[in-house]
Each structure stands twice: as structure tokens, then as C-alpha cells.
């Protein structure tokens, strides 16, 4: 096993802390977002509508879709490494 000093120990906590904090607040706007999204759907539509011609079950499948994507990069971007830091912080002990 390698040796850990404390500074370097209390780093790595900091950054793992910092990416946990990432991680709560990009859940709660993607809970904000969900919830905006579902009840303001139809005032949101005729403004995309203009824009690009799409049709309202594309629009909600997009909208689906983008949900997916930031829920997939917030778990990839930062649960998982500050989990492994985490895990390697408790295994180098």
C-alpha cells in the first residue's frame, strides 16, 4: 500500500467534498429543471416552435433526452470520482 501524508490526504478530501457538493447541486437544478419543464411545457413549446419547426412529441422526447445526458454527466463527471477517491483515500490508510 502507498503511504498518504496529510496534506495530501486532506486534498484529496477537499476535492472529493467539492465534487459530492457538484454532484447534490447539479441533481437539485435537474430536479428544478424536471419540475419547470413538465408544468411549463406548453408556454415554453410555441417559443421553440418558431425557432425550429418541430413537433410537440419531439419537443418532449429532446427534452427527455437532455435530461438523460445531464443525469449520465453528473454521475460520470462527479459521484464516480469522488467516490474513488474516497475508496482509494480509505484503502491507502
Do not use: C, H
Not at 419543464?37 to 419531439?58: A, K, R
Not at 454521475?75 to 484503502?91: D, S
Amino acid at each position: 500500500m502507498i503511504a498518504i501524508d496529510d496534506k495530501t490526504r486532506s486534498a484529496a478530501m477537499f476535492v472529493s467534498s467539492v465534487l459530492f457538493r457538484a454532484f447534490i447541486l447539479g441533481i437539485g437544478l435537474l430536479v428544478l429543471g424536471g419540475i419547470s419543464g413538465l408544468l411549463l411545457v406548453d408556454q415554453i413549446y410555441p417559443v421553440i416552435s418558431n425557432l425550429f419547426d418541430m413537433p410537440l412529441p419531439e419537443f418532449r422526447a429532446i427534452l427527455i433526452s437532455a435530461s438523460f445526458l445531464m443525469r449520465t454527466l453528473l454521475f460520470t463527471l462527479f459521484l464516480v470520482p469522488a467516490i474513488a477517491i474516497r475508496w482509494a483515500l480509505k484503502e491507502a490508510k
